[in-house]
């Protein structure tokens, strides 16, 4: 077994691993979790006003 011998068997491997990911990705089973996942970045995790530094916050209660 040779060089290109090993590196024929890893391409096949990886394309293997490749079509396994392929496989699981798209599989039914799959599809709730991936669709709470796609939602992931329109939720809101603290409110906007918690979120600002405390000297901005305060800078904007002097000022009104």
């Not at 991936?34 to 600002?52: G, I, R, S, W, Y």
Request: charged share 25%; aromatic share 14%.
């Amino acid at each position: 077994m040779d060089i290109n011998d090993l590196r024929s068997l890893f391409t096949v491997v990886t394309f293997a691993l490749f079509v396994a990911i392929v496989w699981w990705a798209y599989s039914g089973k799959r599809k709730q979790a991936f669709e709470e996942a796609a939602l992931l970045p329109f939720t809101d995790d603290e409110p906007v006003e918690a979120a600002k530094p405390a000297a901005y916050r305060a800078i904007e209660r002097k000022a009104s």
